[in-house]
C-alpha cells in the first residue's frame, strides 16, 4: 500500500495544482523549481464542492470517462443517453483495457444492469459514481435516496458509500483501488444533491500520488484490502472501516444504515448524543459484506437492532446474525421514520443561516477560506445550484435551513421576487448600495415579503462591511442597529415609491457595536449624464475620436450576460386571416449562439417599439432624432453611444406604463402650477383612484408626455426618466433534443379594449407579428416550474388552453426523442381547450399524428364554440375518469395545466370529484390528495 503522505517529485504538478479551479490553494511559496527532485508536501486544501473534489480525483486516475447526466458541462467528459445500448458504449471502452468512470444517477442503473453483469463475468474494472439523489436541472430529487440500488446490489459489483465532500475525494480514490483489486466495477454512491450544493473545506491529495498509488496497487482478496483501509487511515489521520460504529460501547440498542447523507440518517447522527442507550452503525462498504467484521463492530452490549428498511441491509444483517456465535439472541426490527424506534428522541436543529445573494465563486471562497476563522472550518457554507446564491452555517449541519436570519444583497437585486424568499419571521436583510447596485426597483413580491416577514434593513455602501456583518452574526458577537427597522418598513417602502427618500441615505447607516460602520458614498467617476450640454458634446467627440481609450465600439445593440442574437427562420400563421385571433408559431436559428434551454423554459423576447409611433411621438414633442446619447453598460464595462431614434425604438420603454414613481419624478419638471400638483398627487396616495383608471386605460408614458404640455424634456433627460424595455417571456414549444440549431415560440397576437373603448395592442407580440424571416432578435432564457417528470416512465398528463399548448408540445417532442433513444416512456395524455376546431387547432395535425402512432395515449380536445352548448376541457377531464385515477393516483403521474387562470379552479374540482368517486373519498379527502400532489410538485399550473 503506497504511503498517502509521500512528497512529490515533480515540480510542474505543484505549479499546475497551486490555481486549481481557479481557487488559489496553499501550496508553500518557498519551493525550489528545478530539474531536480522537489521535495515538498502537496496535501493541500480548498473550499470547494464534492463533485469537483471527486472530478480532481477522477482527472487523473481514469482513461475515459462517461456521464449520462444530462448537465454535465466538464471538459473530457463522453455524454451518454439512458438506453439499452448505452453498455455498448462502457463495454467498448474496456475492450482496450482502458480505465474508466461512469457518473449515472440511479434512474440509469436497471439501463446498463446487463453491462454490469457482463463486467463482473469477465472481469473488467471500472468505477461508476451513482448520486444517492436523482438530480435534475431544477432541484428536484426522487423521494427515495436509496433509488434503483436494490436492482444493482446482486451484480456482484462491490458498492461503497460516501457521506460528505471529503469523504466522498477519498472514497473515489478507495473505488479504484477496489476495482483494481477485485476485478470488477465498483459503484460509488453518496449524495447528488450536495454533491452540487455545497462547497466545503477538503484535503485534496496531488495527482502524481493518485497515479502513483495506482501502478502500486496489485491483487489481493478483499480480506486484505480491508486490511489495508487501516494503513489507509493510519497514513492519513483518517478512521474509515468497511462499518462505522457511533455511539456509546455500552448502548443496549443499535440502529443500522447505509452511510449515505439524507434528512433521516442526519437526524439519527445529530440526536444521537442525546440518547446515550443507542448505537449507530453505518455501512460504508456495501458489496462485499463482510459478515464478521460486521459482527465485530456490534457491542456485547447490544440486545436490539434497528434497520433501516430503506437502506436495504436487513438480508443481510439478518444473515449475519444468524451465523453468530452470540450466545444471548438479538432482537431485530425495521423502521422508515424515527419515530417508529421506541424510545429515541430527535434532537431540534436550531441552526442559524446567512445567505449571500448574487455572489462569485471567488469572493466567498476568499472570504471564508481563513483557517484562522474555525466556524467555517465545518461543513457549514453551502451553494444553491445553478446560481451564486450561497447559504452559510453557524454550525456543522447536513440540511441547508429552510429560512434564513440574515440575507445580504446587492440593492439591484430587490427588483427580482425570489431574493428574500427564504427571510425568517423578523429577519435581517443587508442592502450593498455603491455605483451601479443602488435601489433602482422593488418589486411587489418582494415589498409584500418585507411587511410580511417585518423585516429589519441594514443599508451598507462597502463590501468590507458585509464581513462584519456576517461575522458577527453567526459568532453572535454583535449587535445589529437597524437603518430601517421593522416598525418603520411599510413607510420607508412608501418614501421609496413616491421619491421622497435618497435611496442611498448615508445618515441612516447602521453600526455594530465595538466597529463602527461609517458610510462614504463611493467616488463615482464622471459621468456623461451628469455634464452640462457643451461639456457632453465635446466629450462625445472624444469617444469618437478615440474609441481605444474610451472602449467605445460599432454594435448593434448594447450586450448583457444571457441575451443572445438569434434569427429567424420560420413564421407561420396558424389561424385563418379571417378570424379575430392572430395566433403564430416562429422558429429562430440559435446554431451560432451558446443558447441553451430545457423542458419547460421560456424566451424572454426584447420587443422594440414601432419605428412610425417612435417617429410620430418624436416629432410632436419637438425632439431631434439624430441628437447623440452616451450610456455606460455595467455588465459589458463599455460606453455606448446612440441617437435618440435608436435608444427609443430599441431601449427605451416609451409606450410602456408609467409607475407612481415615473409621474413624481416628472412633477419636478413641470413649469405650470397645477399640472405639478396633478403629477405629485399621481405619484403619491392622493391620487391613487385616478393612477388606478389611468392603468385600467393603459395609458402609456408617450401619452402622459404629451398630456402634460408644460413638462419639456431633453432627449438626454428623457431616456434618464423611462426605464428600459422589459423582456416579454413566452413558453418555449420545442424540446432541444428534437431541434438542437433552433427554439420555436407559439405566440398570439395580444390586443384588448380598455373601459372607454380604446383598442390596445401589446408592445411585443405587435413586434414578433411584424417580424418575418431573417430578422434578428434578442432573447433570454429563463427557468419555469413546468417540468417533465425525473422518471422518463412516469405518466404524464397536459392540460394546455390556446397558446398554453405551447410547453405541452415540447413535452411530447422530447418523450417521443427519448422512445427514440430506446428508453421506456411512460402514459402521455393531453387535453386541450380553444374556442374552434376549423379555426384555432392548434398544431392540430401533429397532435393527430401522435395519437396515430400511439405516442399519445389519448387526447381530450374541448372547442367551446363548435357545438350549441359551451364544452370546456373540464368537461372533457370528467369524461376519462377511470383512465386519470390510473394514471394520477395509482401509477402517481403527474398533471400540468398551462394558460389563463379562468379553469383553474374548475379543473381541479374535475379532478377532485374523479378520486373522490373513483376512490371513495370525502370531498376533502379528495382535496387533500390534489394538495398533496401539489406538494411533491406532480400537480403543476402555469397560468396567466
Not at 427515495?144 to 460516501?162: E, Q, R, W, Y
Not at 440518517?265 to 443507542?278: A, G, H, Q, W
Not at 413607510?491 to 458610510?519: A, Q
Not at 385600467?696 to 398630456?707: G, H, K, N, R, Y
Request: proline residues 3%.
Amino acid at each position: 500500500m503506497p504511503c498517502f503522505n509521500e512528497i512529490v517529485e515533480s515540480s510542474s504538478s505543484v505549479a499546475e495544482f497551486s490555481t486549481w479551479k481557479g481557487v488559489q490553494l496553499d501550496v508553500p511559496d518557498s519551493i525550489e523549481l528545478s530539474n531536480k527532485s522537489a521535495k515538498v508536501e502537496v496535501s493541500t486544501e480548498a473550499c470547494i464542492s464534492a463533485e469537483d473534489a471527486m472530478d480532481h480525483i477522477e482527472t487523473s486516475l481514469s482513461d475515459i470517462r462517461f456521464d449520462f447526466t444530462s448537465n454535465s458541462t466538464r471538459s473530457g467528459v463522453i455524454p451518454l443517453v439512458s438506453s439499452h445500448s448505452s453498455g455498448e458504449s462502457i463495454l467498448g471502452a474496456l475492450s482496450g483495457n482502458a480505465t474508466i468512470s461512469i457518473i449515472t444517477p440511479s434512474i440509469s442503473l436497471p439501463y446498463i444492469y446487463p453491462t454490469l453483469l457482463q463486467l463482473v463475468s469477465e472481469q473488467k474494472k471500472c468505477v461508476l459514481h451513482t448520486p444517492t439523489y436523482n438530480l435534475s436541472q431544477n432541484l428536484l430529487v426522487t423521494q427515495n435516496p436509496f433509488h434503483n440500488l436494490s436492482i444493482v446490489k446482486d451484480t456482484g459489483c462491490a458498492m461503497i458509500f460516501s457521506s460528505s465532500p471529503q469523504e466522498s475525494h477519498d472514497m473515489t480514490i478507495v473505488a479504484h483501488l477496489l476495482a483494481g483489486v477485485l476485478s470488477r466495477p465498483v459503484i460509488h454512491s453518496y449524495n447528488g444533491v450536495s454533491s452540487q450544493q455545497q462547497y466545503y473545506k477538503v484535503q485534496l491529495q496531488s495527482k502524481d500520488k493518485l497515479r502513483k498509488m495506482e501502478r502500486n496497487c496489485s491483487s489481493s482478496s478483499a480480506k486484505e484490502l480491508f486490511e489495508e483501509f487501516n494503513e489507509f487511515n493510519g497514513l492519513n489521520s483518517k478512521q474509515y472501516s468497511p462499518f462505522e460504529f457511533v455511539g456509546s460501547l455500552t448502548a443496549t440498542k443499535l440502529i443500522v444504515a447505509l452511510n449515505t447523507s439524507c434528512q433521516i440518517i442526519d437526524e439519527l447522527k445529530d440526536s444521537l448524543s442525546n440518547n446515550p442507550s443507542f448505537g449507530l452503525l453505518l455501512v460504508r462498504v456495501y458489496r462485499p459484506w463482510d459478515v464478521q467484521l460486521f459482527l465485530n463492530k456490534i457491542p456485547s452490549s447490544i440486545k436490539e437492532i434497528f434497520v433501516h428498511q430503506s437502506s436495504n441491509v436487513f438480508s443481510d444483517v439478518a444473515g449475519s446474525l444468524y451465523q453468530s456465535s452470540r450466545k444471548r439472541r438479538i432482537s431485530t426490527h425495521q423502521f422508515d421514520s424515527i419515530v417508529e424506534i421506541q424510545n429515541f428522541s430527535v434532537s431540534p436543529r436550531n441552526s442559524l443561516a446567512v445567505e449571500l445573494f448574487d455572489f462569485e465563486d471567488e469572493s466567498v471562497t476568499k472570504l471564508f477560506g481563513d483557517k484562522d476563522f474555525t466556524l467555517f472550518q465545518r461543513n457549514n457554507v453551502y451553494r444553491a445550484h445553478g446560481s451564486s446564491k450561497w447559504t452559510i452555517m453557524n454550525g456543522e449541519q447536513s440540511i441547508v435551513p429552510s429560512e434564513a436570519h440574515l440575507i445580504c444583497c446587492d440593492g439591484i437585486s430587490l427588483k427580482y421576487n425570489d431574493t428574500l424568499s427564504s427571510l425568517e419571521q423578523n429577519g435581517v436583510v443587508v442592502i450593498r448600495q455603491s455605483e451601479g447596485t443602488s435601489i433602482n426597483e422593488i418589486s411587489q413580491n418582494t415589498k409584500e415579503i418585507l411587511i410580511e416577514k417585518q423585516a429589519n434593513l441594514i443599508l451598507i455602501s462597502h463590501s468590507e462591511q458585509f464581513e462584519n456583518i456576517i461575522i458577527g452574526t453567526l459568532s453572535g458577537h454583535c449587535n445589529l442597529n437597524y437603518s430601517v427597522a421593522a416598525s418603520d418598513i411599510s413607510s420607508w417602502l412608501d418614501s421609496i415609491e413616491s421619491n421622497e427618500v435618497n435611496l442611498f441615505p448615508s445618515n441612516e447607516l447602521t453600526s455594530l457595536t465595538n466597529s463602527s460602520l461609517i458610510s462614504q458614498n463611493s467616488k463615482t467617476k464622471t459621468q456623461i449624464s451628469q455634464m452640462d450640454d457643451d461639456s457632453r458634446r465635446i466629450q462625445l467627440s472624444w469617444r469618437f475620436m478615440f474609441p481605444e481609450s474610451y472602449k467605445t465600439e460599432s454594435t448593434l445593440k448594447p450586450g448583457s450576460k444571457g441575451i443572445h442574437q438569434v434569427f429567424l427562420t420560420k413564421w407561420v400563421r396558424l389561424t385563418p386571416e379571417s378570424y379575430d385571433r392572430n395566433v403564430f408559431h416562429m422558429e429562430m436559428d440559435i446554431s451560432n449562439t451558446d443558447l441553451s434551454y430545457d423542458i419547460g423554459d421560456a424566451l424572454g423576447v426584447y420587443g422594440k417599439n414601432n419605428e412610425h409611433d417612435v417617429n410620430q411621438f418624436i416629432s410632436r414633442y419637438g425632439l431631434d432624432p439624430t441628437e447623440l446619447i452616451s450610456f455606460y453598460n455595467s455588465d459589458t464595462e463599455q460606453n455606448y453611444i446612440r441617437t435618440l431614434q435608436q435608444l427609443l425604438i430599441q431601449d427605451v420603454d416609451l409606450f410602456g406604463r408609467p409607475t407612481k414613481r415615473f409621474y413624481a419624478n416628472l412633477a419636478q419638471f413641470a413649469t405650470e402650477l397645477s399640472q405639478q400638483n396633478k403629477l405629485n398627487d399621481l405619484g403619491d396616495s392622493t391620487g391613487a383612484e385616478e393612477f388606478r383608471a389611468r392603468a385600467a386605460e393603459s395609458v402609456t408614458i408617450a401619452e402622459v408626455l404629451e398630456e402634460f404640455s408644460s413638462v419639456k424634456l431633453s432627449g438626454h433627460e428623457l431616456v434618464t426618466l423611462v426605464g428600459p424595455i422589459k423582456p416579454r417571456h413566452y413558453s418555449i414549444a420545442s424540446s432541444m433534443n428534437a431541434h438542437p440549431d433552433s427554439v420555436h415560440l407559439l405566440v398570439v397576437d395580444h390586443t384588448w379594449v380598455t373601459p372607454k373603448g380604446v383598442l390596445r395592442r401589446g408592445q411585443c407580440t405587435r413586434y414578433l407579428q411584424g417580424l418575418r424571416e431573417g430578422a434578428s432578435l434578442s432573447v433570454s432564457v429563463k427557468p419555469s416550474v413546468m417540468k417533465l417528470p425525473v422518471d422518463n416512465e412516469t405518466p404524464i398528463v397536459m392540460s394546455g388552453l390556446g397558446t398554453g399548448m405551447a410547453p405541452f408540445r415540447a413535452f411530447i417532442q422530447e418523450r417521443i426523442f427519448q422512445a427514440q433513444q430506446g428508453e421506456k416512456i411512460g402514459e402521455m395524455v393531453l387535453y386541450f381547450g380553444s374556442r374552434s376546431s376549423k379555426q384555432e387547432y392548434l398544431y392540430g395535425e401533429e397532435l393527430e399524428a401522435y395519437l396515430a402512432t400511439g405516442m399519445l395515449t389519448h387526447m381530450g380536445l374541448a372547442f367551446s364554440r363548435d357545438q350549441a352548448h359551451k364544452v370546456y376541457i373540464q368537461h372533457k377531464i370528467s369524461e376519462d375518469s377511470d383512465l386519470l385515477w390510473e394514471l394520477l393516483h395509482e401509477k402517481k403521474g403527474h398533471f400540468y395545466l398551462c394558460g389563463p387562470t379562468w379553469p383553474a379552479g374548475d379543473v381541479q374540482t374535475a379532478i377532485s370529484t374523479i378520486f373522490a368517486e373513483q376512490g371513495n373519498f370525502s370531498t376533502q379527502k379528495a382535496d387533500k390528495q390534489i394538495q398533496q400532489m401539489k406538494s411533491q410538485e406532480r400537480y403543476v399550473l402555469e397560468v396567466y
